[in-house]
């Protein structure tokens, strides 16, 4: 089970950094991602890993700012978020691919499992 934490209100110019607990470590080895969805838009992809960790990706609106990154003893993937801007103002979703899948990729169809969301807000 995928369990995203570390959200919360923040002004713009700041941080957070966001936590998706694998319990069991089941998903250790798939590769992930972190996707949002702002009010009355579709889900995008923000950041993705890949198995071991070596491969990264990053939408060109975070790019710079954020960081994704994977501690392969606790199974725990992180995002981290500097500079944020109103525009960041979303649920984030944690989300892994398949068992077949170490690479990761940016279209939300390729995840299979999926954690909750937490919620993001940037005031100004």
């Known amino acids: 089970q995928l369990q995203a934490s570390g959200g919360g209100l923040v002004q713009a110019g700041g941080s957070l950094t966001l936590s998706c607990a694998d319990s069991?470590?089941?998903?250790?080895?798939?590769?992930k991602g972190w996707f949002r969805q702002a009010p009355g838009k579709d889900r995008e992809i923000v950041a993705a890993?890949?198995?071991?960790?070596?491969?990264?990706y990053y939408a060109d609106s975070v790019k710079g700012r954020f960081t994704i990154s994977r501690d392969s003893d606790t199974a725990t993937v992180y995002l981290q978020m500097n500079s944020l801007k109103l525009e960041d103002t979303a649920v984030y979703y944690c989300?892994?691919?398949?068992?077949?899948?170490?690479?990761?990729?940016?279209?939300?169809?390729?995840?299979?499992?999926w954690g909750q969301g937490t919620q993001v807000t940037v005031s100004s």
């Open positions: 989300a892994a691919r398949g068992p077949t899948s170490s690479y990761f990729a940016t279209q939300s169809h390729d995840y299979v499992y």
């Open positions: 069991g470590g089941t998903f250790k080895r798939y590769a």
């Open positions: 890993i890949s198995w071991p960790g070596s491969n990264t």
